[in-house]
């Protein structure tokens, strides 16, 4: 599978350093779509902080993948829908950590939560 980051230099609003508008993909045999993931620990608990539920959330979706035979490398998308537009932030740093130096397109939304001790949910595609 083939990648090639799609940032046009004219005609639309600058990517940033952990931005991209567009990834485009060849060759890619599979792909994987993860529902929206909780930073839910295995019991089914949401912890108290959003930087411990940003680390869940990361775990569950590396567990994901790991059962489909990928990693955060094989990520293409990622979807943050958080409670509070103060979340920003710790969201942003949680997806440069686990994404490391690559970069793709993403969407934060703030949104409520089907329960309200859920700080964040993110959804993911990937390809492989």
Do not use: F
Not at 6 to 35: F, K
Not at 71 to 99: E, G, K
Not at 106 to 119: C, F, G, M, P, Y
């Amino acid at each position: 599978m083939e990648e090639r980051i799609v940032n046009p230099e004219s005609g639309i609003y600058p990517a940033t350093g952990d931005y991209v508008h567009a990834i485009e993909l060849t060759g890619a045999q599979r792909i994987l779509y993860l529902s929206g993931t909780m930073g839910l620990t295995a019991d089914g608990t949401a912890p108290d902080t959003l930087k411990e539920q940003l680390t869940c959330v990361w775990s569950n979706i590396r567990r994901i993948l790991s059962e489909a035979q990928m990693t955060t490398d094989n990520i293409v998308r990622v979807t943050s829908y958080m409670r509070d537009p103060a979340y920003a932030a710790q969201n942003q740093q949680a997806r440069l950590a686990a994404l490391g130096e690559r970069r793709v397109p993403t969407t934060a939304i703030v949104a409520q939560t089907l329960s309200e001790d859920w700080k964040i949910e993110i959804e993911v595609i990937a390809a492989a």
